[in-house]
């Protein structure tokens, strides 16, 4: 069976999870087998195991913290090399793009970015790809060299699949290029202690409707009760009220949670792009005739203000 590289976006050996989805999506096309580098990549090998990796090399060096993405993509090629693989699967993150951009330039082949599925076909994997706002779908295979794709969180489920992950060492020589732009410096931003956005089984958001950052809070509040995460329309986050870091849409963050929860947001298209994927939405709306009705699964006709803190104190009752 083809082997099918799969990178791996881990945090000291912490995986993430959309590279187990990455390897629900391997398991379609081949074998995968995990690239891990960086500072405790070894760490990785048990959890790729559990979740379908048949071999997982890894790299440790300094240089993948201390530099940009090139010494990462100088082993994507090493492994590629070494595997000849049937597909290169990379999270669609600003750096995993990067980093399949400039691997495909390298390998000479042809790259998909931002699939939201993958499936084998006679001529190689086939990629789905939500474009114009979602208003379309397309597929489409890579006609040249190994097809490099990008796949977008929250495109298919985790999914224990229990495999040999035999670890093994991967020999990388690193270019010339590697270290050609430093970190100089690295800022954690402030912790919430929310689940990240595109990671969350729940997600809150709030709109134009919450009239003020100082506002946020009553979305805050109810995010929390539910161990959730934050989201903003492009209207809250133009105006300043929440970063854009938190932006759900075209232009921000696609979500797709079990739950999205939208407040004071009025469903254009652009925001619906980034969630209308959700397995369940509720929309809290003081306008009957707002958009967002049209595609949720439950609805309140009401003040954010009256519903929100409401539906805050009832599940904090209910959970005691
Ligand atoms: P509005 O459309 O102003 O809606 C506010 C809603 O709040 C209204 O329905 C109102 O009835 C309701 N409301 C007001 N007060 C209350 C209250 N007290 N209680 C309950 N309801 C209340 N938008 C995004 O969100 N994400 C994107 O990534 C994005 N990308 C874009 C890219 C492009 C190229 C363009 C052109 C636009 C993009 N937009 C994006 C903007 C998008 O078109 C909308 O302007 C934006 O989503 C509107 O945000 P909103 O729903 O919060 O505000």
Do not use: C
């Amino acid at each position: 069976m083809a082997e099918v590289l799969v990178y791996v976006d881990h945090v000291d050996g912490a995986v993430r999870k959309p590279t187990l989805e990455l390897l629900t999506l391997a398991r379609r096309i081949g074998e995968p087998v995990a690239v891990a580098l960086g500072s405790g990549a070894g760490g990785t090998a048990a959890t790729l195991a559990e979740h379908g990796a048949v071999k997982v090399l890894t790299h440790e060096a300094a240089e993948y913290a201390d530099y940009l993405v090139v010494p990462k993509v100088d082993a994507l090629q090493a492994a590629h090399e070494a595997v000849s693989p049937a597909a290169v699967l990379v999270p669609s993150s600003a750096e995993g793009k990067e980093i399949a951009a400039r691997l495909a330039l390298r390998i000479g082949s042809g790259i998909i970015t931002d699939a939201v599925d993958l499936e084998a076909g006679d001529e190689g994997p086939v990629a789905t790809q939500s474009v114009f706002a979602a208003a379309y779908t397309t597929r489409s295979r890579v006609s040249k060299g190994t097809p490099v794709i990008t796949v977008k969180p929250n495109s298919a489920a985790v999914e224990p699949a229990p495999a040999a992950g035999a670890v093994e060492a991967l020999s990388v020589s690193f270019s010339e290029k590697a270290t050609g732009t430093k970190v100089t410096a690295r800022t954690p931003r402030e912790s919430t202690g929310r689940p990240e956005l595109t990671e969350a089984a729940i997600v809150v958001s709030g709109g134009r409707g919450v009239n003020g950052a100082e506002n946020f809070a009553v979305i805050e509040a109810l995010a929390d009760s539910l161990g959730a995460a934050v989201g903003a329309s492009r209207a809250a986050v133009d105006a300043g009220w929440y970063p854009h870091t938190n932006q759900v849409g075209q232009t921000g963050k696609s979500v797709s949670p079990q739950l999205y929860i939208a407040a004071g947001i009025s469903g254009a298209i652009q925001h619906r792009a980034g969630m209308q994927t959700s397995k369940t939405i509720v929309a809290i709306n003081k306008d009957a005739e707002a958009p967002i009705f049209e595609l949720v699964d439950y609805g309140v006709v009401g003040d954010l203000f009256d519903v929100v803190p409401q539906l805050t104190e009832e599940i904090r009752t209910r959970k005691g």
